[in-house]
Structure formats: structure tokens, C-alpha cells
């Protein structure tokens, strides 16, 4: 489901906007993607720019407007580019979805310094620094609406320090964010996505029949009983992006099928019926 013409004459970068090689599509691309479709001009941010270039195929092809831009975002300087690229080419910056991520499993024992830096630099530091020259953009020209892709990781255990450290950082960012720059027209939201199926998540566990029983798991351990893909999160962006929304900011959405609105005893019947990997 698209929302056609909700968007018209936005302009909004997103940033991780090419997909991770894998089954599935990310949430970078699938938000660019409805962004685009919903009638936004799109610049494609991205450190590896023919994932983007890939993106950008899709859009054009349903008759949309985008651009890559390819750069590495814990540089301030490639930050300030991007959205500098996208009010050139765009004239104006009224949507940053902040979306790049990296997932690298350890708990705070056997994480190494450097995963844990790398962690934060791209999950957290990223969504700083394109904000931080995006705001006054926006401000400049009277508002705008800033969505970071946090997770339910930044508020359950997960294994992944790292990860859950930047993205509970994400998610407080996003709130201070919201009261700091509310006057000045800016919303800021986060969707927590929950346990989504995405190239993402194959690149950290594998394509294997383990994974495969993992992700059988994580559908029936929702409310919903089914599988949360990168378009559910790139929907809920999308409306929190729009004017829709117009007077939502500081919120945290869980689209996780309600995982977290249930404990793993309640569950516990449902997830034993689901079938174990064969040997």
C-alpha cells in the first residue's frame, strides 16, 4: 500500500538507501522507495552507491524522482554534502530518514573495542551528524521531519551491545531532538523495528535452515503470528515523514507485530509447535 501524493513536492534524504546483498529488501531501499512513491524527490545516500544505484532503478522505473549520493556518514563533511547535495538539487531538505545500521553480535564481555566504536559510529554517530546539518536547513525554511530507524533491540536484550547501546541512544536522541528544535517547526520521530526479515539479518546469521527456523520463531512469537518485512517499517516512516502526522514528535513506534507487548511464557504453547531445523 503506497500513499500517492501524500509527499508531493517534499524533498528528503534518506541515508543507507541501498540494500544489503541478501534475500529480502532493506529498510533503507524500501523507505526510499515509498518516500518516492508517495510523490517525494529522493536523494539516495549511500557509502556504496551502486546498492543506492540499485534503489534508484526501482524508483525511476515506477516514475519517480531520486539521485545517489555516495559518501560515508560518520564523516561530518560527507554529512554536510549529502544534505547540501539534496537542497541544491531538490531546493529544499523536508524529510532525513536516518537508517543506517550495523548489527554485530557480542555482549559487552566479548565485544571488542573496535566493533563496539564501529557500532556506534554507524548506528548513532551517522544520525548526528546528518542531523546536525540538516536541522538548521529545515529551520531555515520554516520546518521539517526527521525519522530515525531505531529498534526494539534499544530497549530488550538482544546479545548485541553494541547495537542496543546505539540504538537506546537513537532512541533518546530522537526525543531530545523533538523537544530542541519542536519551535522551530522540526518533528522528530523513530520507528523500532522488531524482529524484521531483511538482507540485513541474513548478513549476520547466515541463509541457513537454522535461520530460516529462527525467523518461524520470531513470526509466531508476535501478536500477529506473521513476519515483519523492511516495507513495514518503510510504511510507518512514511506516515510519520508526512503531514499526516503533523502533530506526532517525540514518539518511539514499536512495528514489531507486538512482540513487545508480550512476555515469552504467554508464547511459550505457540513457539513449542513451531517445527525445529531437520538434523
Not at 202 to 225: D, F, H
Request: a negative charge.
Amino acid at each position: 500500500m503506497t500513499f500517492p501524493g501524500r509527499l508531493d513536492g517534499k524533498a528528503a534524504i534518506v541515508t543507507g538507501a541501498g540494500s544489503t546483498p541478501g534475500p529480502g529488501v532493506g529498510t533503507g531501499k524500501a523507505t526510499a522507495i515509498v518516500l518516492a512513491q508517495a510523490g517525494a524527490s529522493v536523494l539516495l545516500v549511500d557509502i556504496h552507491p551502486e546498492r543506492a544505484a540499485e534503489t534508484l532503478e526501482v524508483i525511476e522505473k515506477d516514475g519517480g524522482t531520486a539521485a545517489v549520493f555516495a559518501g560515508d556518514m560518520t564523516s561530518s563533511t560527507d554529512a554536510e554534502g549529502a544534505v547540501r547535495a539534496a537542497a541544491d538539487r531538490f531546493g529544499s531538505v523536508d524529510i532525513l530518514v536516518n537508517n543506517i545500521g550495523v548489527a554485530i553480535a557480542g555482549t559487552v564481555a566479548d565485544t571488542s573495542e573496535a566493533d563496539w566504536d564501529r557500532s556506534l559510529a554507524l548506528s548513532l554517530r551517522t544520525a548526528f551528524l546528518v542531523s546536525k546539518h540538516a536541522v538548521p536547513v529545515m529551520a531555515a525554511q520554516g520546518g521539517g521531519s526527521i525519522v530515525n530507524i531505531g529498534s526494539i533491540a534499544g530497549f530488550r536484550g538482544t546479545g548485541n551491545a553494541g547495537y542496543s547501546a546505539a540504538k537506546g541512544g537513537m532512541h533518546g536522541l530522537t526525543v531530545d531532538m523533538a523537544y530542541s528544535h519542536g519551535r522551530q517547526g522540526i518533528r522528530v520521530n523513530a520507528v523500532a523495528p522488531g524482529h524484521i526479515t531483511t538482507p540485513l539479518m541474513y548478513s549476520v546469521l547466515g541463509e541457513t535452515p537454522e535461520t530460516e527456523y529462527r525467523q518461524r520463531l520470531a513470526a509466531e512469537s508476535t501478536m500477529l503470528g506473521t513476519e515483519g518485512t523492511g516495507w513495514d517499517v518503510a510504511h510507518a516512516a512514511a506516515f510519520l515523514a508526512s503531514d499526516a502526522a503533523r502533530w506526532i514528535t517525540g514518539v518511539v513506534l514499536p512495528v514489531d507485530g507486538g512482540v513487545t507487548g508480550v512476555t515469552p511464557l504467554i508464547m511459550a504453547d505457540r513457539l513449542r509447535a513451531v517445527p525445529a531445523p531437520s538434523a
